[in-house]
């Protein structure tokens, strides 16, 4: 919590001075009380006597003046609130390699999966798109606010080919800057990139992760799959042969630094699913700050009232 007027803060140091004389006053007071009494005619003259509680109305105002104070200095929170006309890709790779089975069922199968977790995490009023890439990237749904569209597109996802993850990148910054926001300017963006083997084709990687950080488009690299990860293809003059397929987290790693995003990696189809549910809610949202000054007012007259009315109950009859 931060305040917008902190120097009104330093009226709470003087709370222990008010505290200081009260209590010289509840002593004076008591000292000039039995000059002037009689002690053998106390009990008939005042049967009921307040004892402790005479300090309770007066420890609720001073709660009460702590609060007020609070309140004046602006106390400000910071709260997470969708972009408005906010856009993510889903980047997936679909290169074979995604057949492989060492994350269970299959890297391509934990994939749909997970993207629909991250949707489901993502503010409905962010627009959100699914591109699958190999050699080749394929818009399979444009950003939007529809979650159905989004999910029945990751579930056209199908593994074949090599990997070109530069001129994918290319491809998506292109989608995202293609439609002006309000304003006229391209609207807040940020892509999400699951691959699952080092790019083979195409623009350089990290070439293309620089002109996205360019564009203020932040790269969420996913570095999906374990580096024993094998697939099985035909071999010419009859027969297969297996093919070793790790991930490439460095390049990965390199491509979101150069945007100004984060890299992650996922070994297994859990860890790949809380990934994405976690930047399924960190992204489309932005912190801003929250005024609560009113809530401390509340609290404020709260305490008032409530010294008021007990001061009423406990003192009135002694009257």
Same mark, same amino acid.
């Given at each position: 919590?931060?305040?917008?007027?902190?120097?009104?803060?330093?009226?709470?140091?003087?709370?222990?001075?008010?505290?200081?004389?009260?209590?010289?006053?509840?002593?004076?007071?008591?000292?000039?009380?039995?000059?002037?009494?009689?002690?053998?005619? @106390? +009990?008939?003259? =005042?049967? /009921?006597?307040?004892?402790?509680?005479?300090?309770? #109305?007066?420890? %609720?105002?001073?709660?009460? $003046?702590?609060?007020?104070?609070?309140?004046?200095?602006?106390?400000?929170?910071?709260?997470?609130?969708?972009?408005?006309?906010?856009?993510?890709?889903?980047?997936?790779?679909?290169?074979?390699?995604?057949?492989?089975?060492?994350?269970?069922?299959?890297?391509?199968?934990?994939?749909?999966?997970?993207?629909?977790?991250?949707?489901?995490?993502?503010?409905?009023?962010?627009?959100?798109?699914?591109?699958?890439?190999?050699?080749?990237?394929?818009?399979?749904?444009?950003?939007?606010?529809?979650?159905?569209?989004?999910?029945?597109?990751?579930?056209?996802?199908?593994?074949?080919?090599?990997?070109?993850?530069?001129?994918?990148?290319? @491809? +998506?910054?292109? =989608?995202? /800057?293609?439609?002006?926001?309000?304003?006229?300017? #391209?609207?807040? %963006?940020?892509?999400?990139? $699951?691959?699952?083997?080092?790019?083979?084709?195409?623009?350089?990687?990290?070439?293309?992760?620089?002109?996205?950080?360019?564009?203020?488009?932040?790269?969420?690299?996913?570095?999906?799959?374990?580096?024993?990860?094998?697939?099985?293809?035909?071999?010419?003059?009859?027969?297969?042969?297996?093919?070793?397929?790790?991930?490439?987290?460095?390049?990965?790693?390199?491509?979101?630094?150069?945007?100004?995003?984060?890299?992650?990696?996922?070994?297994?189809?859990?860890?790949?699913?809380?990934?994405?549910?976690?930047?399924?809610?960190?992204?489309?949202?932005?912190?801003?700050?929250?005024?609560?000054?009113?809530?401390?007012?509340?609290? @404020?007259?709260?305490?008032?009232?409530?010294?008021?009315?007990?001061?009423?109950?406990?003192?009135?009859?002694?009257?």
């Amino acid at each position: 919590m931060s305040f917008g007027a902190p120097l009104i803060l330093l009226g709470l140091a003087l709370l222990p001075v008010l505290a200081l004389a009260y209590g010289r006053y509840q002593r004076t007071r008591g000292r000039a009380a039995a000059v002037f009494s009689a002690p053998h005619l @106390a +009990a008939s003259v =005042t049967p /009921t006597r307040p004892g402790w509680r005479r300090h309770i #109305p007066m420890l %609720a105002f001073a709660l009460a $003046l702590s609060l007020i104070l609070i309140a004046a200095a602006k106390p400000q929170t910071t709260v997470a609130v969708p972009v408005e006309h906010a856009s993510i890709l889903l980047m997936t790779d679909v290169s074979g390699s995604m057949e492989a089975q060492d994350v269970q069922p299959s890297r391509l199968v934990a994939a749909r999966r997970a993207g629909t977790a991250f949707v489901d995490g993502v503010p409905k009023q962010v627009n959100v798109g699914v591109m699958a890439f190999n050699q080749t990237p394929t818009i399979l749904q444009s950003p939007t606010t529809d979650r159905l569209a989004v999910k029945s597109a990751l579930q056209r996802l199908k593994a074949s080919g090599g990997t070109a993850t530069g001129d994918a990148v290319r @491809a +998506a910054v292109r =989608t995202l /800057t293609a439609t002006p926001g309000p304003t006229g300017k #391209p609207p807040p %963006a940020a892509i999400v990139l $699951l691959s699952d083997g080092k790019s083979v084709k195409g623009v350089a990687p990290l070439t293309a992760a620089q002109e996205a950080g360019k564009r203020h488009i932040p790269i969420y690299t996913v570095a999906l799959g374990t580096a024993s990860g094998t697939i099985t293809v035909p071999r010419q003059g009859g027969g297969t042969e297996t093919h070793q397929v790790p991930p490439d987290p460095a390049t990965l790693r390199q491509m979101s630094a150069a945007s100004g995003g984060q890299a992650f990696q996922a070994a297994d189809a859990q860890r790949l699913s809380q990934v994405y549910e976690r930047l399924g809610s960190q992204l489309g949202r932005k912190n801003e700050p929250r005024q609560i000054s009113s809530l401390f007012a509340a609290a @404020a007259l709260a305490f008032l009232l409530a010294g008021a009315a007990l001061t009423l109950r406990w003192f009135g009859r002694l009257i």
